[in-house]
């Protein structure tokens, strides 16, 4: 069984503009080149510390809310995945559902981390046309013992300067449309407050929900 995580994926879109000088920065990289550029000093960062080779949950937050969140586009990926309802919500509303969701992710997928030694990230050439601002950058996660690979395609937009994540999909399960059934079903139940409740309790929770795609058998 082996455990394909968020945490895992996302940290290959460390955003070149954090890990550059300013002046370089001002270059927008495409967004597959972007993926591509930071996979191997992403894996070396594992490799090196030992506190996430050894599975340190804490320690995987600590690098996703440093170096990952930021080139999210959590408002985005709550509102699709809020749907319809998200027009029901008041301002108030949509940041706690912002903020709640985006505490639920990094919680879930920080508790799932696992070892990434030995992984070999293949990302695909996207062929950008001019004007392009809504774009999937497709790769294929090599996993070690003969375990078949696994594909991960990140949906991706152009928020000027930087290309932000709003989705990804792990062997075709996108993450915003599983969650989109699971919030519907509780806004059907109590509305938009008891949406935004229900993820409270669960970030408070002892027990974090399993990730999209977290789970993968032989």
């Not at 894996?43 to 690098?63: F, N």
């Amino acid at each position: 069984m082996h455990r394909i995580l968020w945490g895992f994926v996302a940290t290959l879109l460390l955003a070149a503009a954090g890990l550059l000088p300013a002046q370089q920065a001002l270059a927008q990289k495409a967004p597959d080149e972007l993926v591509k550029s930071v996979a191997e000093d992403v894996l070396a960062i594992v490799r090196q510390d030992r506190a996430l080779r050894e599975g340190d949950t804490s320690r995987m937050a600590q690098l996703i809310e440093e170096k990952i969140v930021p080139h999210f586009d959590f408002e985005r990926m709550t509102r699709l995945a809020v749907g319809r309802a998200w027009r029901q919500a008041t301002p108030e509303q949509r940041q706690q559902l912002i903020h709640e969701f985006r505490r639920l992710l990094v919680r879930s997928y920080s508790a799932a981390y696992s070892t990434y030694n030995h992984i070999v990230v293949e990302v695909k050439p996207l062929k950008l046309q001019p004007g392009d601002e809504d774009v999937q950058v497709n790769t294929l996660i090599k996993l070690p013992g003969g375990a078949p690979p696994v594909n991960v395609d990140y949906s991706m937009v152009n928020t000027n300067p930087d290309w932000k994540v709003y989705d990804v999909t792990v062997d075709g399960i996108s993450l915003v449309t599983t969650y989109r059934t699971t919030f519907a079903e509780e806004v059907s139940k109590g509305g938009i407050e008891g949406l935004i409740e229900s993820l409270a309790a669960l970030n408070a929770g002892k027990t974090a929900q399993r990730p999209v795609g977290a789970t993968r058998r032989q």
